[in-house]
């Protein structure tokens, strides 16, 4: 058994397939920047956790892999167990007999006092470095009594200098400063609204506000957006092509086909459509950053 990263199952399993990332691109229809990044390990490289679990899943299904078994260990940290038995007959050659002969004869005939010549001059060397290196300490050690006197002069004066910086120190720090630094609070969104018209208010978002847009599988939803640096101010969204747009002002409209499938997450937080009347038909939704 061997213990792999993540990464390293993905790639090893792509190998043996003989796929190249553009083959694992088109077929997948994950970003091949994304592929290398899960192959490395490099999560910091992808959106967000919802997308590493997303592609981990569908690339592992893909290439014919446990997908439970990778998030898992994406989620722990851990490493995969994997039933990858050595191939000693790589490095294996066979000596015939004769062969065998021939070598010991060249290498007793090697083993000559020239054989041993450099090691016993590097071992004379090392040993007359360490008798050099005794002599030069035990020439250059002063007497314990003038050290012990020095000593306590100079500990007895450096209490008194430490203590009275001491005493200062005290003095001048406020008492504030020892106050725990606040935590970042937790991003909050308030929906209102009815009907097909929504309003979320989302306090504390963090800076630049992401927009993960994302449906569920076998659904297709457009989608228009504005205030974003999402391309052309729209996009057609499938379960293969998730979306994360960051916004460029505080207030953002979003108009879509249908809500029904639809996942919007700003950052980490989901954001609630179950107030829509009518999922199956287009909806307007205005996000307000305050």
């Known amino acids: 058994m061997v213990e792999k990263t993540v990464g390293q199952v993905l790639r090893a399993k792509r190998a043996t397939l003989d796929m190249t990332l553009k083959q694992v691109e088109d ?150 400063s020892s106050a725990p630094t606040p935590a970042t609070p937790k991003t909050e969104i308030q929906v209102t609204g009815q009907g097909q018209t929504l309003t979320a208010k989302v306090k504390h978002a963090p800076n630049p506000v992401k927009v993960n847009l994302s449906v569920a599988e076998n659904t297709e939803i457009w989608l228009g957006m504005t205030n974003s640096d999402l391309a052309g101010g729209q996009v057609t969204l499938t379960s293969q092509t998730p979306v994360v747009a960051t916004l460029s002002d505080k207030t953002t409209v979003l108009t879509v086909g249908k809500t029904s499938g639809l996942m919007i997450n700003i950052g980490d937080t989901p954001l609630d459509l179950s107030s829509i009347g009518a999922p199956d038909t287009p909806a307007t939704l205005t996000i307000e950053i305050e």
């Open 27 to 176: 077929y997948t229809k994950i970003q091949k920047t994304y592929i290398i990044a899960l192959e490395q390990d490099d999560y910091d490289a992808l959106p967000g956790d919802f997308y590493i679990k997303a592609y981990l899943k569908q690339y592992a299904e893909r290439l014919g892999l446990d997908s439970d078994q990778l998030i898992d260990a994406y989620e722990e940290g851990a490493m995969i167990e994997v039933d990858e038995p050595i191939d000693h007959s790589v490095n294996y050659r066979f000596i015939k007999p004769s062969e065998r002969d021939d070598q010991e004869q060249v290498t007793n005939a090697r083993k000559t006092w020239r054989y041993y010549l450099p090691i016993t001059i590097l071992g004379g060397v090392a040993c007359l470095i360490v008798i050099a290196i005794s002599i030069v300490v035990l020439l250059n050690n002063p007497k314990k009594d003038d050290i012990a006197e020095n000593l306590y002069t100079v500990s007895a004066s450096s209490s008194v200098s430490t203590k009275s910086s001491q005493k200062q120190e005290k003095k001048s720090t406020p008492e504030s």
